[in-house]
Protein backbone atom coordinates (compact mmCIF):
# COMPACT_ATOMS: atom_id res chain seq x y z
CA UNK A 1 0.00 0.00 0.00
CA UNK A 2 3.08 2.31 0.85
CA UNK A 3 4.28 1.56 -2.44
CA UNK A 4 0.99 2.49 -4.08
CA UNK A 5 0.72 6.10 -2.61
CA UNK A 6 4.18 6.30 -3.64
CA UNK A 7 3.51 6.11 -7.38
CA UNK A 8 0.35 7.94 -7.47
CA UNK A 9 2.07 10.78 -5.52
CA UNK A 10 4.74 10.58 -8.24
CA UNK A 11 2.10 10.22 -11.07
CA UNK A 12 0.59 13.00 -9.50
CA UNK A 13 3.16 15.30 -9.00
CA UNK A 14 4.70 14.91 -12.53
CA UNK A 15 1.05 15.92 -14.22
CA UNK A 16 1.33 18.19 -12.35
CA UNK A 17 4.71 19.71 -13.54
CA UNK A 18 3.81 19.04 -16.82
CA UNK A 19 0.55 21.06 -16.42
CA UNK A 20 2.68 23.91 -15.24
CA UNK A 21 5.30 23.70 -17.83
CA UNK A 22 1.92 24.08 -20.24
CA UNK A 23 0.87 26.99 -18.87
CA UNK A 24 4.22 28.28 -19.15
CA UNK A 25 4.59 27.68 -22.79
CA UNK A 26 1.30 28.74 -23.57
CA UNK A 27 1.29 31.61 -21.92
CA UNK A 28 4.23 33.28 -23.28
CA UNK A 29 3.35 32.27 -26.90
CA UNK A 30 -0.46 33.38 -26.15
CA UNK A 31 1.29 36.45 -24.77
CA UNK A 32 -1.70 35.97 -21.23
CA UNK A 33 -1.04 34.13 -17.86
CA UNK A 34 -2.48 30.56 -17.83
CA UNK A 35 -3.53 30.22 -14.28
CA UNK A 36 -6.06 32.82 -12.56
CA UNK A 37 -3.95 35.29 -9.92
CA UNK A 38 -6.16 34.25 -6.69
CA UNK A 39 -5.17 30.60 -7.66
CA UNK A 40 -1.55 31.35 -8.19
CA UNK A 41 -1.28 33.56 -5.58
CA UNK A 42 -1.97 30.64 -2.83
CA UNK A 43 -0.72 28.10 -4.77
CA UNK A 44 2.98 29.42 -5.18
CA UNK A 45 2.30 30.37 -1.19
CA UNK A 46 1.37 26.88 -0.52
CA UNK A 47 4.30 25.68 -2.65
CA UNK A 48 6.79 27.87 -0.84
CA UNK A 49 5.47 26.77 2.96
CA UNK A 50 5.78 22.87 2.22
CA UNK A 51 8.89 23.29 0.38
CA UNK A 52 11.16 25.62 3.09
CA UNK A 53 8.90 25.98 6.20
CA UNK A 54 6.85 23.05 6.80
CA UNK A 55 9.17 20.10 5.67
CA UNK A 56 7.68 16.54 6.43
CA UNK A 57 10.66 14.59 5.95
CA UNK A 58 10.01 12.95 3.02
CA UNK A 59 12.63 13.86 0.34
CA UNK A 60 10.39 12.92 -2.87
CA UNK A 61 7.74 15.44 -1.30
CA UNK A 62 10.82 18.30 -0.80
CA UNK A 63 11.77 17.82 -4.07
CA UNK A 64 8.04 17.68 -6.10
CA UNK A 65 6.68 20.65 -4.13
CA UNK A 66 10.05 22.80 -4.68
CA UNK A 67 9.86 21.48 -8.74
CA UNK A 68 6.50 23.07 -8.44
CA UNK A 69 7.37 26.41 -6.16
CA UNK A 70 9.98 27.03 -9.15
CA UNK A 71 7.23 25.83 -12.08
CA UNK A 72 5.21 28.57 -10.11
CA UNK A 73 7.94 31.43 -10.18
CA UNK A 74 7.64 30.98 -14.37
CA UNK A 75 3.84 31.02 -14.26
CA UNK A 76 4.19 34.31 -11.92
CA UNK A 77 6.57 35.70 -14.37
CA UNK A 78 3.82 35.68 -17.18
CA UNK A 79 0.89 37.35 -15.16
CA UNK A 80 3.70 40.12 -14.52
CA UNK A 81 4.53 39.86 -17.76
CA UNK A 82 1.03 40.10 -19.45
CA UNK A 83 -1.29 41.00 -16.93
CA UNK A 84 -2.32 44.45 -17.66
CA UNK A 85 -3.92 43.17 -20.35
CA UNK A 86 -6.80 41.56 -18.15
CA UNK A 87 -6.46 44.34 -15.90
CA UNK A 88 -9.96 46.25 -15.57
CA UNK A 89 -10.30 49.15 -17.70
CA UNK A 90 -11.77 51.29 -14.89
CA UNK A 91 -9.20 50.74 -12.29
CA UNK A 92 -5.86 52.95 -12.93
CA UNK A 93 -2.98 50.26 -14.23
CA UNK A 94 -0.96 52.27 -11.20
CA UNK A 95 -2.55 49.83 -8.67
CA UNK A 96 -1.62 46.69 -11.30
CA UNK A 97 1.69 45.65 -8.86
CA UNK A 98 0.82 47.27 -5.48
CA UNK A 99 -2.51 44.95 -5.96
CA UNK A 100 -0.50 41.78 -6.97
CA UNK A 101 2.07 42.12 -4.36
CA UNK A 102 -0.32 42.32 -1.43
CA UNK A 103 -2.87 39.45 -2.75
CA UNK A 104 0.51 37.49 -2.92
CA UNK A 105 1.54 39.00 0.47
CA UNK A 106 -2.10 38.01 2.17
CA UNK A 107 -2.09 34.39 0.32
CA UNK A 108 1.00 33.79 2.04
CA UNK A 109 0.03 34.86 5.67
CA UNK A 110 -3.10 33.06 5.37
CA UNK A 111 -1.72 29.80 3.99
CA UNK A 112 1.38 29.43 6.52
CA UNK A 113 -1.10 30.59 9.74
CA UNK A 114 -4.02 28.17 8.76
CA UNK A 115 -1.49 25.40 8.32
CA UNK A 116 -0.13 26.03 11.87
CA UNK A 117 -3.74 26.44 13.28
CA UNK A 118 -4.72 23.19 11.87
CA UNK A 119 -2.05 21.17 12.07
CA UNK A 120 -2.35 20.67 8.62
CA UNK A 121 1.44 18.24 8.36
CA UNK A 122 0.99 17.18 4.96
CA UNK A 123 -0.63 20.23 3.69
CA UNK A 124 -3.41 18.17 2.63
CA UNK A 125 -6.40 20.21 3.57
CA UNK A 126 -4.90 23.46 2.69
CA UNK A 127 -4.05 22.54 -0.64
CA UNK A 128 -7.26 21.07 -1.55
CA UNK A 129 -9.50 23.35 -0.57
CA UNK A 130 -7.08 26.13 -2.32
CA UNK A 131 -6.95 23.51 -5.62
CA UNK A 132 -10.96 23.26 -5.26
CA UNK A 133 -11.08 27.64 -5.53
CA UNK A 134 -8.71 26.98 -9.05
CA UNK A 135 -10.89 25.14 -10.21
CA UNK A 136 -13.49 26.95 -10.13
CA UNK A 137 -11.62 30.25 -11.32
CA UNK A 138 -10.41 28.63 -14.26
CA UNK A 139 -13.99 27.82 -15.39
CA UNK A 140 -14.42 31.84 -14.70
CA UNK A 141 -11.42 32.39 -16.90
CA UNK A 142 -12.71 31.09 -20.06
CA UNK A 143 -16.15 32.85 -18.88
CA UNK A 144 -14.23 36.23 -18.66
CA UNK A 145 -11.50 35.74 -21.74
CA UNK A 146 -14.38 34.50 -24.02
CA UNK A 147 -11.66 32.29 -25.84
CA UNK A 148 -8.66 30.08 -25.44
CA UNK A 149 -5.84 32.24 -24.39
CA UNK A 150 -3.37 30.83 -22.33
CA UNK A 151 -5.34 27.78 -22.09
CA UNK A 152 -5.32 24.39 -23.83
CA UNK A 153 -6.50 20.62 -23.23
CA UNK A 154 -3.46 19.55 -22.14
CA UNK A 155 -3.37 21.52 -19.58
CA UNK A 156 -6.98 21.09 -18.44
CA UNK A 157 -6.43 17.34 -18.94
CA UNK A 158 -2.58 17.10 -16.89
CA UNK A 159 -5.24 18.69 -14.05
CA UNK A 160 -7.26 16.59 -13.76
CA UNK A 161 -4.87 13.86 -13.85
CA UNK A 162 -2.56 15.64 -11.14
CA UNK A 163 -5.57 16.00 -8.81
CA UNK A 164 -7.24 12.34 -9.88
CA UNK A 165 -4.40 10.46 -8.77
CA UNK A 166 -3.85 11.98 -4.75
CA UNK A 167 -7.73 11.87 -4.43
CA UNK A 168 -6.84 7.81 -4.90
CA UNK A 169 -4.54 8.42 -1.98
CA UNK A 170 -6.70 9.92 0.42
CA UNK A 171 -9.57 7.58 -0.52
CA UNK A 172 -7.35 4.47 0.37
CA UNK A 173 -6.43 6.85 3.79
CA UNK A 174 -10.46 7.02 4.15
CA UNK A 175 -9.38 10.65 4.87
CA UNK A 176 -13.78 11.80 4.13
CA UNK A 177 -13.64 15.17 3.83
CA UNK A 178 -10.41 14.97 1.27
CA UNK A 179 -11.89 12.71 -1.23
CA UNK A 180 -15.72 14.83 -0.84
CA UNK A 181 -13.34 17.64 -1.95
CA UNK A 182 -11.18 15.78 -4.55
CA UNK A 183 -14.31 14.57 -6.29
CA UNK A 184 -15.80 17.89 -6.83
CA UNK A 185 -12.22 18.89 -8.09
CA UNK A 186 -12.43 16.57 -10.32
CA UNK A 187 -15.88 17.35 -11.38
CA UNK A 188 -15.20 21.12 -12.35
CA UNK A 189 -12.07 20.06 -13.55
CA UNK A 190 -14.11 17.74 -16.07
CA UNK A 191 -16.19 20.29 -17.07
CA UNK A 192 -13.36 23.10 -17.35
CA UNK A 193 -11.69 20.01 -19.97
CA UNK A 194 -15.32 20.12 -21.79
CA UNK A 195 -15.25 24.05 -22.35
CA UNK A 196 -11.38 23.86 -23.61
CA UNK A 197 -12.46 21.02 -25.84
CA UNK A 198 -15.39 23.67 -27.14
CA UNK A 199 -13.53 26.69 -27.45
CA UNK A 200 -14.51 28.08 -23.83
CA UNK A 201 -18.48 26.84 -24.60
CA UNK A 202 -20.47 24.51 -21.81
CA UNK A 203 -21.97 22.15 -24.29
CA UNK A 204 -22.79 18.80 -24.31
CA UNK A 205 -19.78 16.66 -26.47
CA UNK A 206 -22.34 13.95 -27.67
CA UNK A 207 -25.11 15.15 -29.56
CA UNK A 208 -27.77 12.35 -30.03
CA UNK A 209 -30.13 12.52 -33.45
CA UNK A 210 -33.43 11.90 -32.43
CA UNK A 211 -35.74 9.88 -34.80
CA UNK A 212 -38.67 11.88 -35.41
Partial sequence: MHLLNQVLYAVSGAAWCIAYILIIVRGIRDKAYGMPFIALAFNISWELCFSTFFYDGNPVHRVVNSAWFLLDLGILFTYF??????????????????????????????????????????????????????????????????????????????KLVGTGCYSIVFYIWHAKFLVLIGALIVFFDFIY????????????????????
Fill in 193 to 212: LLMVFNEGRLVWPIRLKLRS
Fill in 81 to 158: RYGLKDWPRAISPAFFYPYSFFVLGISFAITYVAVRELHDVYGAYTAYISNLVMALLYINLLNTRGGLSGQSAGIALA
